[in-house]
């Protein structure tokens, strides 16, 4: 399995970023997604993620400012960050999971059930 990040950058606070992962290589049909971030001297937090039938779940610190997106046609997941602030200011991990498959799972932002994890791009916003 291969997540590649890009899109990270440096922007004004108030300002927007769209982050994009491709993915490729999964050995399952039932994919679940999610972007992740950690900064210095933080652990990694969950930020939205994804299930393969579309539901999501989104950390209340960017509840109305992020959004997930996934273009399976493309194999590709978005991130659209708007209303930035200093304190999104972290690396940002794509990251996956094999399984769900039920309409009604929500998945989890705890990283530990995400398998798979791409190398991560940088996020630096100025005040």
């Known amino acids: 399995v291969h997540l590649v990040e890009s899109g990270g950058g440096s922007v004004q606070s108030g300002g927007s970023l769209r982050l994009s992962c491709a993915a490729s290589?999964?050995?399952?049909?039932?994919?679940?997604m999610g972007w992740f971030r950690q900064a210095p001297g933080k652990e990694r937090e969950g930020v939205v993620t994804l299930s393969n039938e579309g539901r999501t779940n989104t950390a209340d610190s960017v509840l109305g400012r992020f959004t997930i997106a996934r273009d399976n046609a493309k194999n590709m997941l978005y991130l659209e960050m708007n209303r930035l602030k200093p304190e999104d200011t972290a690396m940002y991990y794509c990251a996956a999971g094999c399984g769900g498959g039920n309409w009604r799972w929500i998945p989890p932002t705890q990283p530990s059930i995400f398998t798979y994890w791409g190398q991560g791009t940088q996020v630096t916003v100025s005040s």
């Open positions: 290589g999964f050995p399952c049909s039932s994919v679940f």
